[in-house]
């Protein structure tokens, strides 16, 4: 069952919203992993919601590249 979503410029203008918001989230550096990586699904889940098709890959990659520096070794070792 699909739910209301309203007309497709509001979606095509919530998800535009959404995938900015994607884009400039980044991980402080008093901020858990889970915390953060909790408010990146959320994101991409309502990106889904709307319509966008996101590959997994590409989250993953985005997660890794925007961890602070003291998560480097775990980048460095997943990426080997």
């Known amino acids: 069952m699909k739910k209301y979503q309203g007309s497709a410029r509001a979606r095509r203008q ?3 919203a959404l ?3 994607f884009k400039a989230i980044q991980m402080k550096s008093r901020e858990s992993i889970i915390d953060y990586f909790a408010g990146v699904i959320t994101i991409v889940d ?3 919601t709307y319509g966008d098709r996101t590959k997994e890959t590409t989250v993953v990659d985005y997660i890794l590249q925007s961890l602070v520096p003291k998560f480097n070794f775990a980048v460095c ?3 080997e």
């Open 14 to 16: 919530k998800l535009q």
């Open 19 to 21: 995938c900015g918001d």
């Open 46 to 48: 309502k990106m889904h």
């Open 77 to 79: 070792a997943i990426e």
